[in-house]
């Protein structure tokens, strides 16, 4: 049986083209599963599954859970809003008193860049990062991509523009790594403020026109703008921004041919993206929330082959 090159999923940096392929023909096949009356499988009967979230999260906490759930894991849910870290608690404190209960797995979201990485040299359990501050989010790009190559057919060869707030975003970084690893050209377009001064080492175009950068893509993954993240103002106004960032489907109708539409969520309607425009033929941000239960099914039903 093939299986995963890590142990822990920290970031997409860690792991190879092969993993990413391995994830999606495991997610093909739970993503049939999910498509069934029965929707879930006994892979993952005799794991426990602790989602540990510092950070508030639809999308990825119900999607880890579901997911879990799905697999037959048991799952146990921990909010760090309502713990004991109010009292002091340390991280590595609390997640080792979550193992102590015999827990298995950790997913884990929080605000401080490299979390899980510190937490990984120091516990026994898997370790799923489900976004650490600014840096990575792996699953996200993983659903991201798996939505691109259902789409298109595949991912090798096409143009993706990531656009707005980029300095922020661990969205951003993990798609650029998933992107180039499954050999796509990667654009990044923003305000000159909103784009990291490293940006161009990874070996991404840089446009700062948003119409030239759409009529260059076939897709356009559109980030929001992260104002909890922001110390000082990076632009003079929200509506500013979308003056010359904001995405309609006016212009998306004017191009002289189709391009796919995505976001991550949360959506800021009206700021990055029109409703015309999210809601539009061209947008598969729905299949991308549908596609990340698979593929968090994949991630965890392989890291627990590794032990
Ligand atoms: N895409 C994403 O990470 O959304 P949540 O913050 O709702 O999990």
Not at 186 to 198: D, E, F, Q, R
Not at 199 to 220: F, P, S, T
Not at 226 to 245: A, G
Request: aromatic share 6%; net charge neutral; glycine share 6%.
């Amino acid at each position: 049986m093939q299986e995963l090159s890590v142990r822990h999923l920290l970031g997409i940096k860690d792991i190879t083209p092969q993993d990413i392929q391995l994830i999606f023909e495991t997610a093909d096949n739970f993503k049939d599963v999910l498509n069934r009356p029965i929707k879930k499988v006994p892979s993952l009967r005799d794991i426990t599954i602790a989602n540990v979230f510092f950070e508030n999260s639809t999308r990825t906490r119900l999607s880890f859970e579901l997911a879990e759930k799905r697999l037959s894991a048991d799952v146990i849910n921990f909010s760090s809003s309502s713990s004991s870290v109010k009292k002091g608690e340390t991280l590595l404190d609390t997640v080792n008193n979550i193992l102590a209960m015999k827990v298995d797995m950790i997913v884990m979201r929080h605000s401080s860049p490299g979390a899980p990485h510190f937490l990984s040299k120091h516990i026994p359990a898997n370790i799923v990062n489900a976004g650490d501050g600014t840096h990575e989010h792996p699953t996200q790009a993983l659903l991201d991509s798996f939505s691109i190559r259902e789409r298109l057919g595949e991912v090798a060869g096409k143009k993706v523009v990531i656009i707005g707030d980029i300095l922020h975003s661990r969205v951003a970084l993990s798609n650029i790594f998933a992107l180039q690893k499954q050999g796509a050209e990667v654009m990044v377009c923003g305000p000159s403020t909103l784009l990291p001064k490293y940006i161009k080492q990874l070996g991404v175009k840089v446009e700062l026109d948003v119409r030239k950068a759409l009529a260059w893509c076939d897709v356009a993954n559109v980030l929001r703008i992260q104002l909890e993240r922001q110390q000082m103002k990076y632009f003079p106004s929200l509506r500013e921004y979308t003056l010359y960032y904001g995405i309609d489907k006016k212009m998306l109708d004017s191009l002289d041919k189709e391009i796919v539409l995505m976001h991550p969520g949360p959506i800021n309607r009206g700021v990055e993206l029109s409703s015309d425009a999210a809601d539009s033929h061209h947008s598969i941000i729905l299949n991308q929330v549908e596609n990340g239960v698979a593929i968090r099914m994949a991630v965890l039903y392989l890291l627990a082959q590794k032990g």
